[in-house]
């Protein structure tokens, strides 16, 4: 079992930026490919950017490429999403998530956070 749990959501303008980190404890997190998914009100849950356990691959979302960052830092037991040059369009609730498989669907993961909300305004 791993738990996740993340933080660094708030609201921001548009152009602005944050950082969000997702701490992860339970089994080996450095076992984990990782990822960060969002979910507007209304739509689907859809991927933004994951990361391959030893963070040697990372891949994007077509919407996210350029502007969104994904890290990680086995040691600290923890993921990171540095956001930057935000859109009105990035307003979602972002959800971390670990599993074995990772890459660019939900499939590929087994374990998921509670969420933290990012509002970015015009």
């Known amino acids: 079992q791993v738990q996740l749990v993340e933080s660094g959501g708030g609201l921001v303008q548009a152009g602005g930026s944050l950082r969000l980190s997702c701490a992860g404890s339970g089994r080996t997190f450095s076992n984990y490919a990782m990822g960060w998914f969002r979910q507007a009100t209304g739509k689907d849950r859809e991927f933004v950017a994951s990361?391959?356990?030893?963070?040697?691959?990372?891949y994007y979302a077509n919407s996210v490429k350029g502007r969104l960052t994904i890290s990680r830092d086995n040691a600290k037991n923890t993921i990171y999403l540095q956001m930057n040059s935000l859109k009105p369009e990035d307003t979602a609730v972002y959800y971390c998530?670990?599993?074995?498989?990772?890459?660019?669907?939900?499939?590929?993961?087994?374990?998921w956070g509670q969420g933290t909300q990012v509002s970015v305004s015009s």
């Open positions: 990361i391959t356990w030893n963070g040697g691959t990372t």
């Open positions: 998530a670990a599993g074995p498989w990772g890459g660019m669907f939900s499939s590929g993961f087994d374990y």
